[in-house]
């Protein structure tokens, strides 16, 4: 009796068809109503990836921060003090550590998504959900360990005595808006295309550790001013939103007692670097819709 009620409740249920032509607009809306349905769901994806991250650690969270606290005493020391980067950056560990906080959100949004769907095969093989919450359940989990590293960035303000209460503040917003929209819209189509072609994880591994060497993390933009003299060339690594996501960060907490030089209209910058994201966001939705369709054949 139990299992006839079961397959008397599935065949009323409605037949959804995955991955059917339709509408940007249609297509987008719907989606994005059966993810806001599944919003628990969601929350629970994001608990168990914090979870599953550090299980059976005795450390638990406190690995959050080993990794960019690492980086930060290799950079300040061999960067910084070795070879002498500090002496041109005032408050050399903060701007450092500001830059590699942005970054990691990004990096770990983008790595995090491209394996969700592979990550979660036996999940998607078994039961519908919105194929879509898979990745945005990595952009939840990088954006709690987000918050877990800003508030040591803070906590290190206050420490040092620089601690950033001045108008440079309104950049904060825009920033951490353009890094949570493009990683969310690569995330998505790498996602996707991870199911097809694996290689696309291993070689995004490496294209984000190159984007960590063209990020000014580690030194000024001034210095690539100085130095970039192509300027088509600097434009390109000028208007790279990750470029303006830790220009536009740098901003808001990292003090510094000489004038620094920023790229001009930085805020304008920014706005039109989320408008552009968030078209690329709803592009990168209908092809990851496209795509969903053969993932249960394929894993």
Known sequence: MVDQARMTALANEPLVVIGAPTSAFKGTWRELRDVFRQREMLG???????????????????????????????????M????????????F?????????????FSEIVAGSTGSI?????????????????????????LVNFLIQFAILIAATV?????????????LIPSLLVIL?????????????NVYLRDVQFVIDVGLMVLLWASPIVYSYSMVVAELKV???LAIYTNNPLTLSVLGLQNAIWIHPTPVDYPPHLMMRLG???VIGLFCLLGAQRVFSRLQGNFAQEL
Do not use: C
């Open 44 to 78: 629970m994806l994001i608990r168990r990836d914090l979870k599953a991250r550090y299980k059976d650690s005795a450390l638990g969270f406190v690995w959050t921060l080993v990794r960019p606290l690492t980086q930060l005493m290799i950079y300040y020391f061999v």
């Open 272 to 274: 039109i670097a989320l």
């Open 159 to 171: 420490v040092l005595g620089v601690f950033p209460w001045h108008e440079g503040l309104i950049y």
């Open 118 to 142: 592979v990550g979660n095969s036996g999940l998607i093989k078994k039961v519908y959900v919105p194929r879509e919450v898979f990745p945005l359940a990595s952009v939840g989990a990088a």
């Open 80 to 91: 910084g003090k070795i070879l002498g980067s500090s002496r041109a950056i005032d408050n």
């Open 181 to 193: 929209v493009y990683g969310a819209a690569i995330g998505l189509v790498l996602s996707a295309l």
């Open 93 to 105: 560990a903060i701007y450092v550590f500001t830059g590699l906080t942005a970054y990691t959100l």
């Open 231 to 233: 300027q088509w060339l």
